[in-house]
Every structure is written in C-alpha cells, then in structure tokens.
C-alpha cells in the first residue's frame, strides 16, 4: 500500500465559519487539530529564506521539557546554509511533500516524501529547495546528552518505503512500528519512528511512562485515549503528551491509521530539576 503523508497548507477560514473545534490544552496533554494550522500562526526563522514554519510543540517547564517539533515549508528556491544555531542540538528530519535537497558532512542527499535524515550535533549541514513544488517537512530537535563509552550518533538518511515494519507481538500486525534506528544502539537518546495500526488495531492497555512524546497523525483517524479523556483525530492533527500521561488508541478505520511518533530514551533520570534533556 503506498504511503500517504498529510502536511497543513496553511490559509484563513471563512467569517461564516464556527467556532467549535477539538483544540485543547491541558495539564496532561495537548491536542492540536489541523484546523488551527493558519496563515496567522506561522513563524519565520533566521538564516532560511523562502521559509515560514508551524512550531507544534517546545520545551515547556512542567509539561514536555526534551524537545521541539517544527512542520517546515520552504517555497522554491528556498532554505538555508545554516539552519541550526543552537550548540548540542541533534535533529530529525522527515519529508511529507516536495524534495529536499540536503547537504551533510560534505555529502548530498535529495529526500522525498517518506524521506528522514538524522543529524548528530556535529553535523554541518544545509538544506534547500532545488524543485519546483513546496517542500514541507517535519524538524524535531533534542539537545543530545551525552554518555559515558558513547560516541555521537552518525548521520543517517533513509526512507521509511524501503523499511519493513516490526510488528508488535500477539498482533496479528494491526499494529506495527517502523524504526529508523536500532533501539539497542544507546548513542541515540531520542527515536522518531511511524506508528501503523490498520483497522481493528487496539492499544489494548493505558501506556503510562516516562517518555514523552509528540504524534502528527499522517494518514486516517482514531480515537485517542489521554488521560481520562477519549479525543478524535485524523490525518494533521497533532497529539502531544508529557511524561506518565496515560494513553491508548482504537483505530475504527475504515483505512489504517498512521503516526509519526517522538520519545526520549536511554538515559538516565536528570536527579538536579531543569536539566532534562540537556
């Protein structure tokens, strides 16, 4: 089946249009549905041109402190020699529409949608538009901490059309995971993966753990679990969860539902407050 990848388009709604949307913001969660992505809510950043950018999630004191997660759209033309300026940053980046032309340690590397590039702390690189369609993409950093007998991650550049899916156990594979890194490789403190659950799938407990997470739901809608709430969603909303928040999922169909997900791994707990993620 052929991947299918939601990205927000941005415009205005209409005057005629109501009020009533599933927008919510609470201590536990956030749901961030993809009506709210407007004109009016983009940003723009130092050294991209071309560029205007959705900030769907930031390290926020008493809620989610690891990481950040943009939805990038660079017109034509567009983009950046120096994109990161914040030292210790780490990122992911994944394509959902148009072609990325992307430079990394001196090697090219042209990404299409399904495309994802990791970028260790040390990595030079650069990022343009070279085609002629919009390029939209998701950017998710972390500062990378570093670990005793562990060296940074290397750069990686792969395409989830040429990854199989792990299938959860006792699944029957309506419920699968596809990895862009080895989880046993502990030079990695943060995984960007995609969630697949085809119609039926169940997360069938209340997952409550330490690790954060964002979900930008690609493909299909679900019922989501947070908390002691049951919420809606579909392709271009966007779910983001601190730590311990309970969750679970039903996807009703009647297509499979896809996510791409973010979590913190394999380090130790920060024991000094504000130091997570650093």
Known sequence: ????????????????????????????????????????????????????LWVIARPMTGFAETFSQYIMEVQPGGGSDAPEHEAG???????????????????????????????????????????????????????WQPAPGLAEPDVLILNEQDIAPTPMPDTNGAWATTRFV???????????TIVTFQPGGVIPFLETHVMEHGLYVLEGKAAYRLNTDWVEVEAGDFMWLRAFCPQACYASGPGRFRYLLYKDVNRHMPLRLGTAGR
């Open 1 to 52: 089946m052929s991947a299918s990848y939601y990205a927000p388009h941005g415009g205005l709604p209409g005057q005629d249009q109501l009020l009533t949307d599933r927008a919510v913001f609470t201590d536990a969660y956030a749901v961030i549905p993809k009506g709210t992505m407007r004109d009016i809510v983009t940003s723009f950043l130092p050294g991209w041109s071309g560029t205007r």
């Open 89 to 143: 940053a780490q990122g992911v980046l994944f394509i959902v529409e148009g072609k990325a032309t992307l430079t990394a340690n001196g090697e090219t590397h042209e990404l299409t949608p399904g495309g994802y590039a990791y970028l260790p702390p040390s990595a030079e690189w650069t990022l343009h538009n070279r085609g002629e369609a919009t390029l939209r993409f998701h950017w998710v950093r972390k500062i």
């Open 182 to 192: 080895d989880p046993q490789d502990l030079r990695h403190d943060m995984h960007v």
